[in-house]
C-alpha cells in the first residue's frame, strides 16, 4: 500500500467539519465535575487515553478500519498512576480492556475457571455456594481490595470511544476540562490513533455493495492534534506524554525526537510492536541548569554542531527481563513494564512541577 499526497485538515478544519459525538455534552459534564472534585482534594489527575479507534467506511457501519491495541498499556498504567496517588480519567475504545478487571479478560484468564460450585455437608449442591479456587484467592484478594478502594475514593472516571472522530472530539473536550489544574495535569495517549479517516462528507450513506471489481478508498490525514493540544488547549501548562508505536525499531528513536522537535510537549515514549512488553524508550529534551548570571554557553564540540538534534534529545531505556514461558496467573506474579513507566513519569512530572515554581 502507497500513501499518496494525503489530504490535510488542521485540527480547526477538522472539528469545523466533522460532527461532533452525540453524547459528548454528557461526557464531559462528567469530566467537569469530576475534575472539580479533585482539585478540591488537591489531587493531580492523569488523562490515560487507551486502546484503537476505528474508522467507519459508511455512515450505516458495516465495515470500518481498526487500529491494532488491546488496551494493556492504558489499562495496566492506570492502575500504577491510582497506586501513586492521581485521579485517571480513563478514556478507552469501548470493550478495550479496563483497570482492575483487565486481570481476568474473558480471552486469556476467564474468571469462570476459577470459580467453584461447594457441596453442601450432605455431598448435595443445594443450597449452591460459589468460591474461589484457593490458589487464586490471594491474587483476587489484591485486585479487588485496590478496586474496591479506588471505588471508594472516586478517583476512577472512565469514558469511551470507538471511532477516531469520537477519539478526537473526546480528547479536545477533555484536555479543555482538565487544563484548569495546570501543571497538575498529565496527559498519557497511549491509545492507538489512525493516522487516515475518511470525512463524513465523503462516506457512502448505505453498505458498500460489491460486484463492481475492486475498492478503492482514498482516506484524508487524520489532523496532528498535538500542537494545538500543547499550545492551545492546555495552553503550555500540562505534563504530555505521547507514544510513538514503530514495527521497524530503527525508526522509533528518530521519530520520537522528531515528533518531540515539531509538538514541543514533554515526553515520548517509543515501543517496538513486539518487544513493547518489555522494552521501551523514553525520549525528551535536554534539559540544561540554569547558568550563573554573566557566565557564558561553553561552545559545542565540533561533532554535536554537526548533529544538533542528538544533543537537543536524551533518550533513556526502561526495560525488564524477557518472560522465558507463559505465566501462571494462579503462581506466577511476572512484573509489568507500566510499573516502571509510570515510576518514572511520576518522578519527572514531579521535577517538572516543581521546576515552574
Ligand atoms: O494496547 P496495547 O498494550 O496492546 O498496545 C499499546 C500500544 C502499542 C498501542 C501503545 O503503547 C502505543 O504505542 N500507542 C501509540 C500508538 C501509535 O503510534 O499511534
Redesign the pocket.
Known sequence: MTTSDPTSFSAEEYFATQPPPPTLEHDISGVRDFVARQAKEGRKVVLVT???TTVPLELNVVRFLD??????????SAEYFLKAGYAVIFMHRQF??QPYSRHYSHSTNPFLDFLEIEPSADGTISPPAICVTRNMRQDLLEVLTAYKSVHAAETLHTMTFVTVNDYLWLLRAVTQELCVLGKKSMYY?????S?FFLPRQKMSEHKIQSGKGSLHIEMDQVPKILKPMVVEWTKGEGFIV?????TDGQLLVPKARAALDRYGHQVV?G?D?HR??FE?VFVSRKSLPPLPPGVEPEPLPEQELEDPISTTFVETWIRIPVPTSSPNPATNQVKEIEEDIVAELVRRHERWVEEAR
Open positions: 487507551s486502546g484503537g487500529n491494532f491495541s488491546a488496551g494493556t498499556r492504558g489499562a495496566t478495550s480492556l495517549l497511549a491509545a492507538a490513533v493516522d505521547s507514544f510513538k508505536l514503530e515514549i515501543n510492536l513493547r512488553k521501551v
